[in-house]
Structures are given as structure tokens and as C-alpha cells.
């Protein structure tokens, strides 16, 4: 190696360095990463801590707590969840003035709230439950954005004024937390209210609003962002408050001093995306009153935990369930109806968070010790290896039951009946293992409503559809964690051998546990591998679908051309019992998808529409019907599907189309070249196509590959021999070989005339394929045909207007700035030429947050990858 090539290495080398380390910090990455370093330091003091505190010393300190303690507490909580309902009340002001009632903004921020203050991922969680209850005012899922948009500002506004008074008049800090001067903490203080108080003269000045990628996201004016930090400082200072009325009088520090060892939990939480802060909350509190070893802390700590997330949670899904109850019951008018409708709705999220819970109670009650005096009477009648086999299958059913609530949560009936096996297994392991009737009574009642609740769970599907998604497989894995901490906590005294393992006796608590969640870890990990080596891949249809003779015969008389596609044999199709109409659709992830609105009879189309939907709901899946037109709108509406604009079709009318004039003169000069290139016109009968076949692939090959592109399906066209048998195919032909080809759409009753497969071999003529399409718009007309289908324009003609829908706003964005990837306006240009009549194309699916994962299913089943959508 010379010299000179050394430094050079060098250099390239600290640049490969520096771009690693520029990556590690990017907030993509950086964030997991402090997140989970969180989390690992959280677990490690809870680990430490836990050896030195027993569970038994905690349990003392709890029934020590009187209610004169707890009562402010609750006070505080009280407090500070009406200052979150007044985030939403705020947001709604400035959003969804006179839309939105103030009750039912004030019931969604406390709902909102009391979900994602226990579960964590607030825009995850908080987001959909704000919009269950916002769109019964008509709100939609942009509105709701925004909303929670300007809450999280008020939530960071008011932590931040916290911070900022705190340091400023109270900087003598914790010992944990000091890691400035009292003057440097003044001076920080100042700054952060410095800082609040140039953006409140910043939105003095003007209607503040910020666009991103479309999105416009309003900003409040000063006097509402005053007050939202006002209400954000009174919601932060009640919660600490809660914390600090619960702990020991030696060990609080003053108030405002709490409140930035408090603040600083709050962040680390936030940081480090555990559930509720679980874990991280406690050792931030710990350590920064170095109260580690104080029994009486923990326990303040799991009363605060108790007091601020679970109590408010359990409120919230009650409260949700009567909202839920209260629009069903508004909506039906018979009692009979209104029954089987809320039971339709309400009881399967309601069991199966009850299964769930029963679940966690035999994993919880597996891991903890049994009552002496119980187990000592069933000594005396049972013997121990009964009670041992009923410890370990109790907790194993407990396992199962946290797997078996998704299946109860989808309506499978299957689930049902596995649930209630499981429920009335875990009752009696309950009273076997140590006479714990209480579990017992519990999982009985649960099984019960299941029992009664027979038709609320109506889908036919097989234990596969049990399989946990990676969200599941993860709340699977914090009820396992948690459980087992609980357990390491209440045996922390034991002295670990390697015979614990086999000890059995009455009084073996701690082996029991061991061997419990030894076998919850190894099925645990069993279903988690199950679930992603064997996951559900939804793929096109292997082969070529025979046709039905009833599709064929419902082809002869349709009007439009764009049922041909049934033809294409991808699909699949369900037909009305009278045999008039047809749906042809196929499945993309957890979505039926159909092609275009029912084709046939217009009558059996709407109730094909319906079967179709029932359908979709026994299997589980979303109910979209892609690349419709008005005709079936309100069908569509009436099943309170969205309906989004998904681009335009435009239609040449045949009868008035010529080359004449100034408009024309683009299309003259096409035909005029071509024939001065003697390229040839010709239509090829279909019984003739399988003749030219070989030609005709040579064209697509060299088509494909020019453009770097690949066959599609679904809603276009692919090369297939037994797809182009079917129709007749217009050619270019030069020197007597094909060069440039298209196969024909008829429609049954010779209205419409189309094509759908049109390629050309590159570098013949730059004219190719303008030519053919006046040679074959001439051809249609002299064939007496009225309208001539040019095809549809993706994301054309939709709205862009602040006031327009978020769709309308990201398709319109798209439209305009994705030529990278897919040249819309080109498309549409091109079809502007032949001076069209365009009708708008619509989606029709379930709204909300689900459009996303719809969307991707829909351009994974066209393309077979959400990316390839973008490749010509």
C-alpha cells in the first residue's frame, strides 16, 4: 500500500464513521434506542431495588394506608383529568368551532385520556377512541388530528411552564436531579419562559397556521395558547400532586421541587414508549428520592399507580361502553332490535377484555404465594399431584386465554367455544390448586355471558385465526414479563438452587412459579414462532380462475367495457341467486376488495352488494369496493362506508369525434407519420389470436422491458394467452411484422368500445402508439359504437381547497410532485388530447385510520408490493 493511498483510507474511513454515527442519531433511529435503554435501566433498578424490598413488607404498607391519605388523591386525579378534557375542548375551539358540542369534547378528552394514559402510544391508542366519539358529531378523521395535534402542544406547553417556574423559584434541586447551580438553574428556568413567552408574541400577531405535505394545522392565538398552558401547568401540577399527597411525609421533598423529579419521570416515560410508563416511572420516582429500600414508597408508588391509571382507565371503558350503548340504542327502534344490535356490538370487545383480564389474574395468581390456611384444608382431601398439575395448567390456561380474547374481539365462533373450555378449565385448576374460589367465580361469570351471548360471535373461521399479529405477540410479552417480575418479587427471599426445580410439597410456592414460568416462556415463544413463521400471506390467485358461464352471460349484455377484466382470471366471483348480476373481487391482506360496482341487473346488484358485505364481516375482513361510479353510492353510504375519490374516467364520444380542426392536429400528424412509415392497421379476430401470440409477446417483452416494468393484475391488464384469446386485437404491423398491439373491449350492447393491453416495440416509431389509438377510435366509429373508454387517470380531479378532505389534499400533493415515481399528469395529459367527457372513480371502504392499511392492500393486490404501484 503506497503512502499516498493511507491517508486517503483514512479519510474515508472517519467519513464512514461520522456518517454511522450521523445515522444512529437520526430520530428514527436515536429514539428506539434511548427508549429501550430506558426501559433496560428501569428493569435493572426494579431488579436491585426488589431484592432488598419483600412483597410481604409492600402489603403491610398498603393496608397501612387509610383512606384520609388516599382521599386527596383521588381529589387531584379528579383534577387533573378535567384539565385533559379541557385539552379537547380547547382543540375543538379552534378546529371544529360550533361542530363539535363542549360535553362531548369534554367526554372524549377524559375517555382519550384514561385509554392512553394506562396503555401509552397516545396517538395510537387516544387517537382512535377520539375518533369513535367525535365522528357521531360528524367530525372526521383529519378534525381528529388536528385535535390531538393541539392537545400534545398543550400537554408539552404546560410541562414546560412547570419546568420553567420551578427552576426559576424553587432551583435548590434533588441531589439526583442537581446538576446545575442554583443561578444556572435560574438561568435555565428564565429561558424556557423567555422562549414561551416569544412564541405567545409570535401568535399575537396573526391567524397562525402551519401546512405540511398539505395538511394544514391551525394554531391558536395567543389568548388560547395562554390559556392551554395555563391548563396544561394545572394538569401536570395535579397529577405530581396525587403522587406527593400518597408518599411519606420524611421523604417528600418540597412541592416544587417534587414536581421536577416528577416532570423528569413524565418525559423518561414518554421517552421510552413502555405502557403507562410502566416501570420507568417507579425507578425515576425511586431514584430521585433515593428511597429504594422503603417499602412504604413502593407502595405509594402502586397506590399512585392505582389511583391515576387504572381507576381512570376502568372509568373510561365503562363510560365508552354506555356511549357506545346510548348510539346504538338511538339508532333501532324495536327492543328486539335494539338487543340484537348492542349485543352485535358491545359484547365481544366487552368478553373479550374480560377473557384477557381473566387470563392475567391466573398468570398474577400463579406467581404469587397461596393462602396457608386454604391449601392446608385441601391437603387433607387431595393429593399433591393434583395440586401441582392444577398450578402449572392454570397458568398455562392463562396464557392461552390472553390468546384466545383476539379471536372473541374478531366474532369467531370458534373462539367462543374455546374461551368457555378455558374459562370453566382455569375455575376448577383454581379451586384445585388452592382453593382460590374467588378466580373461580370470576371465570364461571365470564363464561356465562359467553354461554348466553351465543350470536354475537358469528364468524367461521379455524384456530388459525388465533395466530397473534406482532402488536399482540407484544402485549403478550409485557403479561408475561410483568407477571413474572411480580413473581421474582414475592419469592426475592428465596435462596435460587438448582434442586428447586424438583421440590414438591404443599408449601412449594417458589418451585411452582419456577416451573409455571418456565412452560408460559417456552409456549409463549412456541406461538410467537407459530405466528410469524406461518403468517397469513393473502396472494393472488395461483393460475387462471375458470370463468362462470353466468359471468359470460351477464358479459353479453352489460353496457360498460371495464367487466371484462372479469375475463382476466384473477379473480374471484359471487353471483346473485337469480343469476342477473355478478361481483368479481379478491383478497389483499384483511380486506375483500371488488372490482368496480356490481355488473348486471341493477336491482340484484344492490343486494348482491349486501351478501357480499355479510360475507366479508363472517370472514373478518374489511369490505371495500374499488373503482366505482355514482350509481351504487348511496349502497355504499347506507353501509356507512367512506367514499373516497380515487381519480377520473374519461369517455370520447364516438359520434362527434374527427380529425378535424386545430385540436386535432397532434392526432393528424401521428396518423400521417405512421402511414408515411408504412406502418399497417389492421383488427385480428380472436379466433386468429392464438395464432400471432408469439408476435405479440416478443412486442410486450421488449415493452417490459424498456420500461423497467412488470405485468399487474386485478384492475389492469396482463399478458396471458388465454386472456387475449378472448377478444379481438388491433395491430401496427411493418414489413409484415407486428410492432404495436391492443385487444378489444366490447361491451354486450355495442355502447362502449375500449381497450385495456396496449404495447409497442421501442425504437419502431415515436408515433406508435398515438396512431393506434386514432386508428383504433376511427375503427370503434365506423363499427357504430357511441362512446369510446380511454381508461382512468389516478388521483385526477380531486379537490384542493383548505377545506377539502385530508385525502383530497395528499392524493391532490401526490398528483402534482410524484412524477419520480409515476407520471400522473402525463397520463392524463395524453387522454386530454382525444377531448374526453370525465366522470369521477371512487373507492368505497371502511373510514378512519383503517384507509391506510386499505389502500396498501389494494396496491399490493394490483402490483403484488406497495412499491411496484409506482413502476410503469
Known sequence: MSQTETPARGKRLSEGLAQAVAHILEPRVFGPIVGAAAVAIALFVIHEISGKVHLHQIETALASTSFATVAPALVFTFISFVAMGCYDVMAVRRVAPGKVPMRLAMFAGFVGYGFSNAIGFHVFVGGPVRYRIYQSAGADAADVGRIVGISFLTFWGGLLTVIGLALLFDPDGLPALNLLMPAGDRILGGAIMAGLAAIIVWLSRGNRRISI??????????????AQIGIGAIDIGAAAAALYVLLPADIAPGYTIFLILFVAAIIASVVSHAPGGLGVLEATILLGLGAGTRPDVVAALVLFRLVYYVLPLLLA????????????????????????????????PVTATLAFAGGMVLMLAGNTPAAVERTDWLS?????????ASHLLASITGLLLVVIARGLYRRIAFARIAAIVLLLSGAAFSLLKGLDWEEATLLSAIALVLFIYRRAFYRREDWRAFRPDPTWIGLIAIVIIASTLVGLLAYRHVDYQADLWWQFAWDGDAPRFLRATLALAIIAASIAADSIINRPVYAKQPGRVPIPDAVRRILETTSDTQPCLALLGDKSFMASPCGRAFLMYAVSGGSWITMGDPVGDQKAGRALIWHFAEAADHAGARTVFYAVHEKFLPSYLDMNLAILKIGEMARVDLTAFNLQGPARQPLRYAAGKAAREELAFCVIPKAEVPAILPQLRSVSDAWLESKNGHEKGFSLGCFDDAYLSEFDCAVLSKDGEIVAFANLWRSGDRDEFSIDLMRYRPGVSKVAMEALFVHILLYGKAEGYHWFNLGAAPLAGLADHPLASTWSRVGTFIYRRGDEFYNFEGLRAFKQKFDPVWTPQYIACPGGLAIAQILLNVTTLISGSPIRIFKR
Open 317 to 348: 371503558a365503562s363510560a365508552l361502553l354506555a356511549f357506545e350503548v346510548y348510539r346504538i340504542r338511538s339508532t333501532v327502534s324495536t327492543v328486539a332490535g335494539r338487543t340484537l344490535k348492542v349485543t352485535r356490538r358491545v359484547v365481544p
Open 213 to 226: 405535505l398539505g395538511w394544514d394545522f391551525p394554531l391558536p392565538s395567543a389568548a388560547s395558547a395562554l
Open 380 to 388: 387433607d382431601i387431595l393429593p399433591l399431584p393434583f395440586a401441582e
